[in-house]
């Protein structure tokens, strides 16, 4: 008898080139065991491989193109407005939603970008990017509890961007210890039907330690994966504690939501574009006063020190996301800029996001760009960028991809024109830089598309999967084991291939056909949660 709990463990960043090595050299042994009994592939996360949308791909089911999610921030169509996405505009039924309609319980701890918050009936911790002065739990007291267990919980490192390497190290594996206390407490004082348990400490660490490790050498090397190991090994001693509050007989998925690679070079989009006379910035008020025009913009901050102007001109957005963010300062920057109205956008005619840019086309309020020369723009930006060779001489390349081939639809929703894919250690960047380069010299490693995957369970046939699974198609999987049906509308599948034969879970996948299935079953839960009162539904 197997029963149907069902534990997913989130390592964020997850890779098997850090995990392989560490396994091999005995340091991770419970990871080592489950890669071991259970079913495993890499993991193609989303375009881009992103923190968001990738975890509200996984939880949905859904790809950016369905959710209008394509990064951190989007801008709107018939708009020159950047804004932040947040956990609001999810309006599908993510999965736990559904399993918890269900009837059964579900317990969430550190899944990154639930704020801000929605009402839940399970528990919930949220993770990264709820600002630790925001924090909140379902229910309400819970956080005092953890809070006491802990020594203080913590969301995140804090100044993951702007503190050295040992500062760094010491601080993931302090707030890494603190979620691993939390976690255990949780497992042993709220048992659920569900658990999922996300680590972060895996992706900030890979950020600033995996290029030491794999482009190194000596010492380098040596301190890389020093760094790789001690927090992958105190991962592995949390991933210990959960296995033993599930038996041999639960469902243990492993998953994460984008892979690692080491990446030498940076390359600064939005500097290209100016370069090339296409973004205008507009350099005006405090900025002026400072001595920035657009051209030394890079260069002045440094000599002031980044830090120091940054604070001065943003402090509130900087301390909410920064601090815990991913992405390096200066990128942050930009965006400030962008987001205050500084694009001159009667002179701009495409501004990068990152991973994407948009078109200052007529329908925007100071739009430029007639469909024709729109045309011609989007030519001139996808030769440009395929054309660009590093200073080594590497050729990798920007490849500009047009949304409906991306993710294979004919209508992704409010897309922006194209969106940019790395390759050849590239690193792709929205900044601009210090002395107008192109290319700058990369300390952090950067975000990859394969992640990782391993599902173990008396029914699952261990080894590799033929084929890597998709993020997209975890929802439905974690649906398909609770024997729950799978909403018509996801865009993942479950990959019947994973199941021994003959068992129950090789059975056919039944599919809600209701045509507004979704919309109905969301309906459900908004009005059974809405008549709980907020904190008693543990
Ligand atoms: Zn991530």
């Given at each position: ?39 495993w592939s890499g993991l ?209 998925l492993v998953m ?195 992640g990782i995957f391993v599902l ?9 999967v033929?084929?890597p699974l ?69």
């Amino acid at each position: 008898m197997a029963s149907d709990r069902v534990f997913v463990i989130g390592l964020d960043g997850g890779s098997w080139k850090v995990i392989d090595p560490l396994i091999e050299r005995g340091k991770l042994p419970n990871l080592s065991r489950l890669k071991e009994e259970g079913a495993w592939s890499g993991l193609e996360s989303t375009l881009p491989p992103v923190t968001c949308p990738a975890w509200f791909t996984f939880s949905t089911g859904l790809r950016p193109s369905r959710l209008g999610i394509y990064d951190f921030r989007g801008i709107s169509k018939g708009s020159d407005r950047i804004r932040l996405h947040t956990y609001k505009e999810i309006e599908q039924p993510e999965f736990w939603d559904i399993i918890m309609q269900s009837g059964h319980s579900c317990g969430i701890i550190n899944n990154p970008l639930l704020y801000p918050r929605k009402r839940h009936t399970g528990y919930v911790v949220p993770g990264f990017i709820t600002p630790q002065e925001h924090f909140r739990t379902y229910p309400e007291g819970l956080i005092r509890e953890l809070d006491g267990v802990a020594g203080g919980y913590e969301v995140d490192q804090q100044a993951m961007n702007i503190v050295d390497d040992e500062t760094l190290l010491e601080d993931c594996l302090r707030v890494l210890r603190k979620r691993i206390e939390a976690m255990t407490y949780l497992l042993r004082e709220y048992p659920t039907d569900l658990f999922l348990g996300v680590f972060t400490a895996t992706d900030r660490i890979c950020h600033r330690f995996m290029n030491r490790a794999f482009l190194g050498d000596g010492d380098e090397e040596r301190a890389g994966w020093d760094a790789l190991e001690r927090v992958f090994g105190l991962v592995d001693e949390g991933v210990g504690k959960i296995l033993e509050a599930a038996g041999d007989e639960d469902y243990i998925l492993v998953m994460s939501d984008h892979g690692f690679e080491a990446r030498p070079w940076n390359v600064h989009v939005n500097q290209w574009l100016a370069d090339e006379g296409l973004l205008n910035i507009k350099v005006v008020g405090t900025l002026e006063k400072m001595g920035l025009t657009q051209r030394n913009i890079g260069r002045q901050l440094k000599k002031m020190g980044l830090m120091k102007a940054v604070y001065r001109l943003s402090p509130r957005r900087l301390r909410e996301i920064v601090p815990a963010g991913e992405s390096t300062l200066g990128e942050y920057f930009i965006h400030d800029l962008l987001e205050r109205g500084r694009v001159d956008w009667a002179r701009t005619r495409a501004v990068s996001l990152g991973y994407s840019y948009y078109l200052n086309t007529e329908d925007r309020p100071q739009g430029i760009l007639s469909a024709r020369e729109a045309g011609e723009v989007r030519q001139e930006i996808e030769a440009g960028l395929r054309g660009l060779v590093d200073p080594e001489g590497g050729s990798g390349g920007i490849e500009a991809l047009d949304t409906a081939s991306a993710y294979e639809t004919e209508a992704p929703l409010d897309p922006p024109d194209q969106m940019l894919r790395e390759s050849g250690g590239w690193q792709i960047r929205s900044t601009l830089t210090a002395g107008g380069e192109i290319f700058t010299p990369n300390e952090r490693a950067g975000h990859a598309m394969r992640g990782i995957f391993v599902l173990r369970h008396p029914w699952v046939e261990a080894g590799e999967v033929g084929e890597p699974l998709s993020i997209e198609d975890l929802a439905p999987l974690i649906l398909h084991l609770f024997g729950l049906p799978v909403p018509e509308g996801m865009d993942g599948r479950v990959r019947q291939d994973i199941f021994k034969p003959d068992t129950p879970l090789r059975r056919e996948v039944s599919i809600s056909r209701t045509p507004d299935a979704m919309g109905a079953e969301k309906e459900r839960i908004r009005r059974r949660i809405a008549a709980l009162k907020q904190g008693d539904a543990v």
